[in-house]
């Protein structure tokens, strides 16, 4: 029998005055934090603590007695990296529209799992609105249509999944496969898509990974020579993925090239933008994506460029009836024909079962600041890359990796012996982190190691660029 006690306690968890009160001082604890770290002066955005010393904390934390929530609402502030901060240009994480957070309160408690229609009629009828948009700013026709999912990790195994339905010979889903299939990609391209393949069964020689040029996009001279060798040793060569742009240095391939490359070997074309897709929202920028408007699918974050929270993805297909036939196995308890085009059961094309509300959030944005915000967004974060790779060309002291077409700046501290360049920029990152001003990250281009930026917060301009390049300097001599 239940006690007394424990029936008041599930009351008091979900009583609303309650909600109402901590929701009150939420808010203004987190209006405050914002206020402060959008006017930073010196304040960290990072308080770095090894791993074991974290895990510790939140450890005693858990075994104290349970505590008012504002309590660890504060903690869990003071132990995170703050993204709002002018000086976090590190991840290609957004720097997240604070109205999402009230749309994901909204979501929150709502919670309605979106799988199926009437389990969020709302959310999938807003995930329809969002997702048309998208297509037709992509430069689709309205026989296009997609849907939301979470990350574009899962968004582009889904899309290698529609492209072996759509290309690999048989009927794979029943039937498996024999034939050794194989999806060509760039060497730049961002791990998943390496995951996806090996995950669809295709093993490491079903990736055929094609060489980029000196501004890291995908050889289009070499595309023949590759496809030929694949098909030589044995592969049904079945999708070819365009970088929108690479993860590395933000490079875009050549995407009309690959465009008609995949028509001529009637392959699937797939376009991978979850970072750099957003440049169909601004007509400035657009161009760097020509072609995309011919691939079969396009993936697209809106957690990276979009102002908003992590996860939330778009998979738009050019042929909307694809997207029934990645999944074909039937759910009778949800719905009764798995390949009909009921776009309001989200679930038939996602890899998700129960979603969270992704669309809400998306739309929240466009309804509250209007469709032009995403436009205002990517122009300001691709232009103030340009700024500050102009300040390290312009110094004798910093190298520039390669000019950015997107918002990702690579570059290292050369004022050190050449032999020590690898070594001295890797400590310099772990200086920064460790003094919590700044917050970017490393990576190895051409197999030496770079400092990397993504400039993510459209409050960063140049005077956070040239202190950025000071406190280098002093820490380097550190
Ligand atoms: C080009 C590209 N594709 C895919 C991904 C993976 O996306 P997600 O982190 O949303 O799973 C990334 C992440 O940085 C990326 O840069």
């Known amino acids: 029998m239940q006690t007394l006690h424990s029936a008041q306690n599930l009351q008091q968890a979900y009583d609303p005055e309650a909600f109402r009160q901590i929701g009150h001082q939420l808010i203004d604890l987190l209006a405050d934090h914002l206020e402060r770290i959008q006017q930073p002066g010196d304040y960290q955005l990072i308080h770095y603590r090894e791993p074991e010393e974290e895990l510790a904390f939140w450890q005693n934390d858990f075994a104290s007695a349970p ?43 709502l919670s309605n799992g979106t799988g199926v229609y009437d389990m969020g009629m709302s959310s999938n009828a807003l995930e329809r609105v969002v997702t048309d948009f998208t297509a037709q700013k992509i430069g689709y026709d309205d026989t296009a249509s997609g849907f939301l999912t979470s990350g574009g990790t899962l968004a582009n ?59 890291f996009r995908i050889r289009i001279d ?60 601004s007509d400035k920028y657009r161009s760097l994506a020509s072609g995309i408007e011919k691939a079969d699918t396009v993936v697209l974050d809106y957690h990276k460029m979009l102002m908003t929270p992590a996860l939330n993805t778009a998979l738009i297909f050019r042929d909307g009836y694809r997207s029934y036939e990645t999944f074909q196995q039937r759910a009778q308890y949800l719905w009764e024909a798995q390949q009909s085009p009921e776009w309001y059961h989200s679930g038939k094309r996602t890899f998700e079962c129960t979603k969270l509300m992704l669309s809400i959030k998306v739309y929240a944005t466009l309804r509250t600041y209007g469709p032009q915000i995403f436009a205002d967004n990517v122009e300001r974060l691709y232009d103030q890359a340009k700024v500050f790779a102009s300040l390290l060309e312009a110094a004798p002291d910093f190298e520039l990796a390669v000019s950015p077409e997107a918002n990702i700046v690579n570059f290292r501290y050369t004022d050190l012996p050449r032999e020590s360049w690898d070594l001295e920029n890797g400590n310099i990152r772990q200086r920064l982190i460790d003094d919590g001003r700044f917050y970017i990250v490393q990576t190895v281009i051409r197999n030496q190691k770079y400092l990397r930026v993504a400039i993510m917060n459209s409050a960063t301009g140049e005077q956070h660029f040239a202190a950025l390049m000071d406190r280098i300097r002093s820490l380097a001599k550190g």
């Not at 993925?241 to 392959?267: M, N, Q």
């Open 67 to 109: 505590a008012e929530p504002m309590d660890f609402f504060r903690k869990v502030l003071d132990h995170s990296t703050h993204v709002h901060h002018p000086h976090y240009i590190g991840h290609q994480i957004s720097v997240p529209a604070p109205i999402n957070a009230l749309a994901g309160m909204v979501s929150d408690i």
């Open 157 to 215: 195994l889904t899309a290698m999944l529609a492209a072996r339905s759509a290309k690999a010979p048989g009927q794979v889903w029943q039937e498996g496969h024999d034939e050794k299939l194989a999806i060509m990609v760039s060497e730049e391209a961002h791990y998943c898509i390496d995951r996806a393949a090996r995950i669809l069964g295709l093993g490491q020689e079903g990736i055929v990974k094609v060489p980029v040029d000196d501004q």
């Open 222 to 281: 070499l595309l023949e020579r590759y496809y030929e060798e694949a098909q030589e040793a044995g592969h049904t060569v079945i999708a070819i993925v365009g970088c929108a742009g690479s993860t590395a240095t933000g490079s875009y391939d050549d995407l009309e090239a690959i465009a008609d490359f995949s028509k001529k070997h009637d392959l699937w074309f797939h376009v991978d933008g979850a970072h750099g897709g957003a440049v169909v929202f």
